[in-house]
């Protein structure tokens, strides 16, 4: 739901991946992860899904085995600690305009995915979360099959206007877009052929 608010909201961005995805996979097939290393852009845009909105802002609570001193602080031994994801990917001297959707933060002057490879939603230490690489894959193939077949723009009112779309977010420990309304429809008949494929397959 986050990648489909960013595209919703920035159909420029939408826009190259599909682009990226048109040119290397076609309209023939769904994509697969032997086409990754083809796609980094798309992979920039699943590293800043992760970056620009976590699905758990705040991590599981540490207590300090030993006091410490962190920036002046004094934290002593037992103290509670909530590490703050969501702060360090909107640390602004690390990640500049850290409120824009901008996949362009982890390609290099080439083109080539850089390495940050935005794990920071994942925890660190040796409690970081084991299903990082099926989380990431998941979504990776997720939105590289949507981009294959759909694309997202906004839903019309009535008269035909754009129905306006809010950026926001739930609170609490796992966070997800509020409800928006948008239209999804396949890019043309060939993306319409490919859908229909999958129905008859399963006849
Ligand atoms: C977008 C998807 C996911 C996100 C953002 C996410 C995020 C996290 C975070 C932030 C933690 C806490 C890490 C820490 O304390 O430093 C965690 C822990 C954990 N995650 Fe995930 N996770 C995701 C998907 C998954 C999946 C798919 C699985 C299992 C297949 C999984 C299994 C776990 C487990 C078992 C822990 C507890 C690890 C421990 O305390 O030792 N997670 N996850």
Redesign the pocket.
Known sequence: MTALLAFLTNPHIQSRAQDEIDNVVTRTRLPTFDDRSHLPYVGAVVREV?RWH???PL??TRVAGTDDIYDGMFIPKGAQII?N?WAMTHDSRIYAEPHVFKPERFLLQNGNLNDDESKT?????R??????D??EAT?WITIASFLVVYRISPAKDVEGNDIPVEIAFSDGIASYPHPFESSIVPHDAEAEGLLKSFGKASE
């Open positions: 992760f976590h699905a758990i991590s599981v590490p994801l939603s994942f925890g660190f230490g409690r970081i979360c084991p299903g990082q099926l989380a979504v």
